[in-house]
Every structure is written in C-alpha cells, then in structure tokens.
C-alpha cells in the first residue's frame, strides 16, 4: 500500500508560480513511474506530467509545456511540480499517482496509475 499527501495547492494570480509537492509513505515508491494530473469542474480528469523513477525521463502534456517542471527525490519519497507562469486555465484540483511498476513515460491513461492522492486546489485568478 502506498498512501500519497499532495500540498502546496493556493490562489495565486495569473503569471504567478506554485511548486506542489507529494509525499509518499509506506511501501517505497523510488523504481516506480509517478505523475501528476488535474480535473477542474466538470471536466474529465487530465494528464499533466510524469517523471521515471531515475528522474532522467519526463513528459508533459503540451498546454503545460515550458511552464511547469516534475521532479522527485527518491531519498525524501517526494515528487514535486514546479509551476510557473501560472494561467486562469490551470485551475484545477491537481492530483498526484503512483505507478507501481511503470517503467517508462508515454501512457498518459489515469488507468495506468495504481495509487492517488486526495488532491490539492490550485486557482489562479486573472
């Protein structure tokens, strides 16, 4: 079992930056696949990065590309999504998940994923 806490959720103003993180406990979560997704209201829940175990592998969904930035620290069992030039479209509660096995980026499917977080809010006004 693994149990993952996101924080690091807030209002800010649009161009401003949020770094979310999640943490996991229980059983070790350092060769797994970890990523984050977002569902804003009354929308399906969305893709929005993921990182390899090694940390030398990520992917991102295009709307997010060149503003926010995964990472993780196997030691600390923490994943982290740095956002910068934060966007009115960006508001979502933002979910992070685990992958036990996955290995690799490019299966952007929530199906894939085997353990989630109870979510954070980000709104970003304009």
């Known amino acids: 079992q693994v149990q993952l806490v996101e924080s690091g959720g807030g209002l800010v103003q649009a161009g401003g930056s949020l770094r979310l993180s999640c943490a996991a406990s229980?059983?070790?979560?350092?060769?797994?696949?970890m990523g984050w997704f977002r569902q804003a209201p009354g929308k399906e829940r969305e893709f929005v990065a993921a990182?390899?175990?090694?940390?030398?592998?990520?992917d991102y969904v295009d709307s997010v590309k060149g503003r926010f930035t995964i990472s993780r620290d196997n030691a600390k069992n923490t994943m982290y999504l740095q956002m910068n030039s934060l966007k009115p479209e960006d508001t979502a509660v933002y979910y992070c998940?685990?992958?036990?096995?996955?290995?690799?980026?490019?299966?952007?499917?929530?199906?894939?994923?085997?353990?989630w977080g109870q979510g954070t809010q980000v709104t970003v006004s304009s």
């Open positions: 990182i390899v175990w090694s940390g030398g592998t990520a």
């Open positions: 229980g059983r070790t979560v350092s060769r797994s696949l």
């Open positions: 998940a685990v992958d036990v096995y996955g290995q690799a980026v490019g299966v952007r499917l929530a199906r894939r994923y085997d353990y």
